[in-house]
């Protein structure tokens, strides 16, 4: 079935798969510019086949909307956000763990993972990192 011929957007990410269209997983449709939006940001496809005639009465998706759809995704979690913006602040292990009332390794294991996900070497590091990229 073809985007293009049934006004579809067609969202697909390497896994985990939902349904396949030949080698690429589709995890989402939308029928509307406001859904694609929702979809994208929800998903965080790596492709996007998209019908650029979608049926809205004439209105297209906003290319500057979809960008920003596209590149304001953070890997982060919640709580990683958390521990890295008191860690720009200058907080400690044990001054972050009492701020957000989490064991010090539970704030260590979100640091680790935090520099893990974006190859970065220090806490503080990973903080600058984020702050570069506007995820905090």
Not at 30 to 37: M, P, R, S, Y
Not at 91 to 106: F, K, P, R, W, Y
Request: hydrophobic share 35%; charged share 25%.
């Amino acid at each position: 079935m073809s985007a293009v011929a049934n006004k579809v957007l067609k969202i697909a990410v390497p896994s985990p798969p939902s349904k396949t269209e030949g080698d690429v997983p589709v995890v989402a449709e939308a029928a509307t510019g406001e859904e694609v939006l929702r979809q994208v940001q929800r998903h965080r496809p790596d492709v996007v086949l998209l019908d650029l005639d979608m049926p809205e009465g004439g209105r297209h998706i906003d290319n500057e909307l979809f960008v920003q759809a596209m590149t304001s995704y953070s890997p982060l979690t919640e709580r990683e956000h958390d521990v890295l913006e008191c860690t720009l602040q200058g907080l400690t292990v044990v001054q972050t763990s009492e701020t957000l009332h989490l064991s010090t390794g539970a704030v260590r294991d979100h640091l680790s993972s935090a520099v893990q996900k974006t190859a970065t070497q220090t806490r503080r590091e990973v903080a600058r990192y984020a702050r570069e990229k506007n995820w905090i």
